[in-house]
């Protein structure tokens, strides 16, 4: 069992200030230790954590997407989109979500760019890409795809 330190108490990851001394504007935090680093780095150096993006709207836990789609944990972060972990609530099966980011709510361009992702994405049949399976817009403005979960 990991032990988890507030963030008042977290050690500080390597590069969070800028050499004049000011925070970074796009950092990542540990969510086991709250360390901070620089967007390019992806794991925590003091407990091999995958950081997650400040600001990412962690509080999805426990939510239900679509109706159907109960948030288990957040998977990764990226330049639009957050990916969780989701069970589909009647059937039981695991899928992965990708959910435009809460900042790109709102956006038209960036709802368009989802959109067209969710159908390039549609179009790829291969053993080695994941599966998409649907995508929803939800009635605040944010859409997400629902994709098969590929564990690695």
């Known amino acids: 069992m990991l032990h988890m330190v507030s963030p008042a108490r977290a050690r500080p990851g390597p590069s969070m200030e800028s050499s004049a001394g000011l925070p970074l504007a796009n950092q990542k935090q540990c969510p086991q230790c709250g360390a901070l680093y620089p967007d390019d780095v992806r794991f925590c150096t003091h407990d091999g954590a995958i950081l997650s993006q400040q600001g990412v709207d962690t509080n999805m836990v426990g939510r239900v997407l679509g ?84 564990d690695g």
């Open 67 to 150: 109706g159907k789609y109960r948030v288990e944990r957040l998977i990764g972060s990226g330049g639009m989109g957050d990916v969780y972990l989701v069970r589909h609530v009647q059937l039981g099966q695991t899928r992965a979500i990708k959910r435009m980011q809460s900042a790109t709510i709102g956006n038209t361009a960036n709802l368009e760019r989802f959109r067209r992702e969710a159908q390039q994405q549609a179009r790829i049949r291969h053993p080695n890409v994941a599966t998409l399976y649907d995508f929803e817009e939800e009635p605040d403005g944010s859409c997400f795809l629902v994709m098969e979960f590929v």
